[in-house]
């Protein structure tokens, strides 16, 4: 018993040691109207008069539905930091058929892209 609350008491504190794991969130991007949503918060990202703004429903001009979407993956909550690289990256994909995008780099994280329609 002598030994077992001393291993008890490190084996906790290794545990609270240990910083949590950040959550991987998945946003949509829509390159036509250069919208994210992300999927967690329900909330709608988009450039107002230079600054990311997030609503939970967009302005009509901004309308998102029946466009496509590339699906992004991020350790990051603020993905739109790289919104240059994304535009540039599907720049020519403003409509058409699904395909999937690739890999690519997201601030010394892996993050997957893909793109999808929205049904």
């Known amino acids: 018993m002598k030994k077992l609350l001393p291993t008890l008491i490190i084996a906790f504190a290794c545990c609270l040691c240990h910083p949590a794991k950040a959550q ?13 949503y992300n999927v967690t918060t329900r ?13 939970s ?4 001009e901004l309308a998102v539905a029946g466009t496509p ?3 992004m993956y ?11 690289e994304h535009q540039e990256q599907y720049k020519n994909y403003a409509g058409g058929r699904s395909r999937v995008g ?7 994280e892996e993050a997957v892209s893909e793109v999808s329609k929205k049904k």
């Open 24 to 36: 991987i969130q998945r946003f949509y991007y829509y390159p036509k109207n250069n919208v994210y």
């Open 43 to 55: 909330e709608y990202i988009y450039n107002h008069d230079g600054s990311w703004t997030p609503v």
């Open 57 to 60: 429903d967009l302005p009509e």
């Open 69 to 71: 979407r590339v699906v």
């Open 74 to 84: 991020s350790m990051k909550p603020d993905v739109w930091q790289m919104n240059e």
């Open 102 to 108: 690739r890999l690519f780099s997201f601030r010394k």
